[in-house]
């Protein structure tokens, strides 16, 4: 699973521009499906026959999608301008460097110099359009060479293992809810189940909303990275939740309350299982969960997500065993639902 989640976090995949990832995760499920296909959004809807006739039944959640920019403008000095893809902390990125269009230019995420700026101006993170991408030419001509309006930068795809058990890299929110489903995938099954693989949760679960109309399930489980901030300062329920401290089980967000009945099935099978695990202590954000919660007749849903520190970041962490217990977890969850079907 570990060098599985390395390789798609080394996939460009910024919200509506997820071929990459959807081409990598096309190959590897077909061997494994009944069915796969793409919707208009671009979702990957991937159908797996099991031991049990349960169609419509269970229907598992991630999405392909990851922050990143959009170049909206080219200025005469040959900078680009550039509007963010989803919410990304602009504290963060100044100084970092991105690949910009298919063709992969290497760009630094730039500002003016922290001497030229007022006491003021230091106090807060800087707007967007004092931030602008250097991608070494001098003007707007030997730029238009290189890039086009709508163009997207992402992130550079620096993976490395370190510390205790922790991985760095991008965009694991949310390509370890991808590596957990193709591992499922590849395993026999008890019954039926249904994998969607997302586009442009990070914009507003768009994709997710196409598919829940479309494929009406019963139940959902929605594999995720959550946001961890266990970190010097954070005091109680501000850590959210724990980097090591074992898969994530939300009971509410922003956008969705878990099915009840669901949430204490995962909480069980994990306490029966030597699993560790943890809710998060704050409530904020949202998942593809909402859009199925709400969408059509509506469906039961619950989250199992792995804690991730400096999520929306050019770097992230996540600890490997966090992210193992989630297979484990999963796999339990599907065979206890093909109890019921």
């Known amino acids: 699973m570990l060098e599985e989640l390395k390789t798609l976090c080394a996939l460009s995949g910024v919200s509506s521009r997820e071929e990459q990832v959807r081409d990598y995760i096309r190959t590897q499920a077909e061997p494994y499906a009944s069915s796969v296909r793409t919707d208009r959004l671009g979702n990957l809807i991937v159908e797996k026959r099991g031991a049990k006739s349960a169609p419509g039944a269970l229907l598992l959640a991630a999405h392909m999608d990851e922050v990143g920019m959009m170049i909206d403008r080219i200025h005469k000095d040959g900078t680009l301008g550039f509007q963010f893809v989803g919410g990304v902390n602009r504290q963060v990125v100044i100084g970092k460097k991105v690949y910009v269009g298919p063709n992969r230019v290497p760009a630094v995420v730039g500002m003016k110099p922290i001497h030229l700026t007022t006491a003021e101006e230091r106090k807060k993170a800087p707007p967007t359009d004092k931030l602008y991408l250097d991608i070494g030419t001098d003007s707007r001509e030997e730029s238009e060479k290189l890039v086009e309006l709508g163009d997207v930068a992402v992130f550079s795809d620096d993976i490395r293992e370190f510390g205790d058990g922790r991985l760095k890299a991008k965009a694991i929110d949310d390509r370890v809810g991808c590596a957990v489903l193709l591992n499922l995938l590849r395993q026999e099954l008890p019954m039926d189940v249904t994998f969607v693989f997302t586009v442009q949760e990070e914009v507003g679960t768009r994709g997710a909303l196409g598919a829940a109309f479309a494929l009406q399930p019963k139940n959902v489980l929605v594999v995720e990275g959550t946001t961890a901030a266990d970190l010097p300062g954070m005091e109680g329920g501000a850590h959210v939740c724990r980097v090591g401290g074992g898969p994530v089980l939300p009971f509410m967000d922003k956008g969705s309350i878990a099915s009840r009945r669901l949430f204490l099935l995962l909480r069980r099978l994990a306490e029966e299982n030597g699993i560790p695990w943890q809710t998060k202590e704050y409530i904020a954000g949202g998942t593809d969960g909402g859009a ?50």
Not at 303 to 326: K, Q
């Open 292 to 341: 199925f919660q709400r969408s059509g007749v509506g469906a039961r849903v619950a989250g199992l997500s792995a804690p991730v520190r400096y999520l929306h970041a050019p770097s992230s962490v996540v600890s490997i065993e966090d992210c193992r217990n989630m297979c484990r977890l999963a796999r339990l969850f599907v065979d206890a639902m093909a109890q019921e079907v």
